[in-house]
């Protein structure tokens, strides 16, 4: 899907040659006295009570008078804020879903801060139109290839414009990975997909398999590999962005491309969604495809452990002790706490990147999906700087998260009679154990560990990949990538603070 950015005044929609036109119109919006024809439109459906208010709710037009365009739908955006434009852009495009609408006029221009909402604009227009066909030959590919976005200032919408751009790329390559079926998906073709990444520019991709991984000491992932026939992945790749020797980002994404459970193997219903389980490595590839786009300035380190989760004769057993990268032995209580084991040895491997921080992305704990739901990711963070930047990127990028506690004495559960920890503590405060576990494995990184288990794809009829934390990740890259520019004295005073806490 194509996007262009167009100064366009309300006065010239009526103009606009495109296949349908929508028109976002503001609670702030007063009935103009103009005497174009969308004015005129607008004050009518409003005069009549045709056009409610509640961001969302649409008037349909089919060849209205004086309109170039077969369709018009007028959209309400009540305050103008991005979640009332992406309400409004849903509920518009529900109308527009049909074929004959290729190109898409978007206008902006009637709110007041038009340029702040044009990435939400294009965003949301991707998520409402995209379709997933590469294993359902009979499904629609998307219809619209054209959107055009009405504006008043060109140059003031330019910034938001790129970034909606590099968004739906890294989106919706997060969604078409995470969609695909655990067949078509596996270990092997992320790492494909992870090389072709590695064509774009600045960035470099490496690919590890079994043999280097057990070179590595690699204990914990080896373990959760051993009971499938698909080899594992461990993916590396490096964004350039940067200045050469300033230190990366470095983002982890839980690659199990099927998750059974293994030996204490799930129960049949949903299992189907097991093949998401590699949403975080997905949001890892989305992300890179967008810095691709963007080229930002940061250095970013993309780390994909993979593999699928399998019941077999060589599968790892409940009650096993294997021995992680960080020389820490794991008692392996239950097989389907299988994300900690396989990122515990990634996490340990990110630390030679000297970084400045790490961010671990998993559909980690289903307590996660208890606790917060479908909302806000789960976030946790040993920094309270990072905790506050992930949340300002994530009330920036709608792509929410919540913070969760990481108190030692959520820790005592871990322990083991039999080896340095086990790898679960019991039902109560899953995610929050889960995250104490990985947290034995970063030592004093900066690191922050985001839960999408409830937020990385939507069940029943609308079952599928929302592309989450993509928009999150890029956020915060993007904000990083901004203080760096004004890094040094910052980075002292960081160091300072640090300093003061440790004594
Ligand atoms: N991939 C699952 C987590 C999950 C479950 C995500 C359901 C989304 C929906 C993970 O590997 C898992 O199985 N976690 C267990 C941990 C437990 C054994 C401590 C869980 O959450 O039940
Ligand atoms: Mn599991
Ligand atoms: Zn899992």
Same mark, same amino acid.
């Not at 879903?97 to 609408?101: A, E, I, L, R």
């Not at 690659?255 to 030996?263: A, E, K, Q, R």
């Given at each position: 899907m194509d996007f262009e950015l167009k100064p366009l005044s309300g006065a010239q929609a009526a103009q606009w040659a495109v296949d349908a036109v929508l028109v976002l119109v503001p609670d702030s919006l007063v009935a103009a006295d103009g005497t174009d024809a969308l004015t005129e439109l607008v004050r009518e459906a409003l005069r009549r009570g045709d056009l409610e208010s509640g961001a969302g709710k649409c008037l349909s037009c089919y060849r209205p008078a004086g309109f170039k365009a077969g369709r018009v739908v007028l959209v309400r955006a009540g305050d103008g804020s991005s979640s009332s434009v992406r309400k409004a852009m849903a509920a518009g495009l529900g109308q527009l879903? +049909?074929?004959? +609408?290729k190109k898409l006029g978007v206008l902006l221009s009637l709110l007041e801060r038009d340029a702040a909402v044009v990435r939400t604009a294009m965003t949301a227009a991707a998520d409402a139109t995209y379709s997933y066909v590469t294993t359902k030959p009979s499904a629609h590919a998307r219809s619209l290839k054209q959107v055009v976005l009405g504006v008043k200032d060109l140059a003031a919408s330019r910034q938001e414009f790129q970034m909606g751009q590099a968004l739906v790329t890294g989106v919706e390559l997060a969604k078409e990975w995470a969609n695909r079926p655990a067949n078509h998906a596996t270990p092997s073709q992320l790492a494909d997909a992870a090389r072709k990444l590695g064509r774009q520019p600045r960035i470099k991709t490496e690919v590890l398999g079994p043999k280097e991984v057990a070179a590595l000491g690699m204990g914990a992932f080896l373990a959760v590999a051993r009971g499938s026939a698909e080899p594992l992945r461990f993916i590396v790749m490096q964004y350039q962005g940067g200045a050469k020797g300033s230190a990366p980002v470095v983002l982890v994404g839980k690659?199990? &491309?099927?998750? &059974?459970?293994?030996?204490s193997i799930k129960p049949a219903a949903e299992m189907d969604e097991m093949k998401f389980d590699m949403g975080g490595a997905a949001s890892v590839l989305g992300t890179f495809a967008a810095l691709a786009e963007l080229q930002p300035a940061i250095n970013v380190v993309g780390i994909i452990p993979s593999c699928e989760n399998m019941p077999d004769g060589l599968a790892v057993k409940p009650g096993d002790v294997v021995t992680s990268m960080s020389g820490q032995t794991i008692e392996i209580l239950n097989t389907d706490a299988e994300g900690r084991l396989i990122l515990c040895d990634a996490l340990t491997y990110a630390a030679r990147f000297k970084p400045r921080c790490v961010v671990d992305i998993a559909t980690l704990t289903g307590a996660c999906v208890i606790a917060l739901g479908a909302v806000r990711s789960g976030l946790f963070a040993n920094r309270e700087e990072l905790a506050d930047a992930f949340r300002v990127a994530g009330d920036r990028s709608l792509d929410l998260c919540w913070r969760m506690p990481l108190d030692d004495d959520y820790a005592e559960g871990l322990k083991s009679n039999f080896a340095d920890m086990g790898n679960v503590a019991g039902r109560a405060g899953g995610a929050i154990t889960a995250a104490k576990f990985l947290q034995k494995f970063v030592a004093e990184t900066p690191w922050v560990h985001l839960d999408i288990a409830g937020t990385a794809w939507k069940s029943g009829a609308a079952k599928g990949s929302t592309g989450r934390p993509v928009p999150l990740l890029l956020q915060y890259l993007v904000d990083q990538a901004a203080v760096a520019e004004n890094d040094k004295p910052i980075q002292k005073k960081r160091r300072v603070v640090a300093a003061s806490r440790r004594a």
């Open positions: 879903k +049909v074929p004959g +609408v690659g199990i &491309t099927f998750d &059974t459970g293994g030996i």
